[in-house]
């Protein structure tokens, strides 16, 4: 299956700095990335989709100025958390879009967890 | 109403034995259909993809859709300790380019 690579697999900043946290499709070309936060035992929520080369779109009551999100390449998406509170703390986790065969479908990143100080 | 209802769990089987895992959705516009496993602290694995109503099997997983009542299950058969896992079903209303609605995942834990 396609692989989707994270970078940071963990993190811990203090309170006020930016983190960024990179999504790579390893094997594939990914024109539509996706950014989730994971709540302890919650599922995932969708934080806001990314498309190559255009503004990603976000989902309701999700900052786009605290969480930037740039899909520079069809390889490569980043999520910067800015100005990160505790509140922020959570466990993030992108996807790539990917359509084979007969499949389209999104396959997810190994997360990146986050810990404000 | 959530969109998408789940057993959180726990669910604990011996094993071998066969595992039943379900969903219920109320947006009849769903059309697809996945099922992943997210180990502890990792993304998500996904096992079952569809789009129709009826069973996929593949090896020991079989996934069931019956969209005439909206619910999804999940079967495993012959279960391991590596099944251990939470399994979250989800859905979308297009393909892999549309807004995944996950639930909120079922705890299983096969003992030895």
């Known amino acids: 299956g396609a692989v989707v690579s994270q970078h940071p697999s963990r993190v811990i900043c203090k309170s006020g700095t930016s983190v960024k946290i990179e999504c790579r499709s390893l094997?594939?070309?990914?024109?539509?990335m996706f950014w989730y936060r994971q709540f302890p035992k919650q599922s995932l929520m969708l934080m806001a989709t990314s498309n190559e080369g255009s503004k990603a779109t976000y989902e309701q009551g999700v900052e786009k100025d605290k969480f930037l999100i740039n899909h520079a390449s069809l390889t490569l998406s980043t999520l910067t958390v800015t100005s990160a509170h505790p509140e922020d703390s959570s466990f993030y986790i992108c996807?790539?879009?990917?359509?084979?065969?007969?499949?389209?479908?999104?396959?997810f990143g190994p997360g990146t967890r986050l810990t404000v100080l | 109403q959530k969109e998408v209802e789940q057993d959180p769990g726990p669910l604990s089987v011996p094993e071998g034995a066969i595992v039943s895992l379900n969903c219920t959705y109320s947006n009849s516009a769903f059309q697809y259909f996945m099922w992943y496993r997210q180990y502890s602290r990792k993304g998500p694995e996904l096992l079952m993809y569809t789009y129709s109503s009826g069973n996929k099997e593949d090896g020991r997983f079989t996934a069931q859709v019956d969209k005439s009542s909206k619910y999804i299950s999940l079967f495993i058969r012959d279960s391991q300790p590596s099944d251990s896992a939470t399994y979250l079903c989800a859905m979308t209303w297009g393909g892999g380019y549309q807004k995944v609605t996950f639930g909120t995942g079922t705890k299983l834990q096969v003992i030895p």
């Open positions: 094997d594939f070309q990914a024109t539509t």
């Open positions: 996807s790539a879009r990917v359509w084979q065969a007969a499949t389209d479908t999104q396959y």
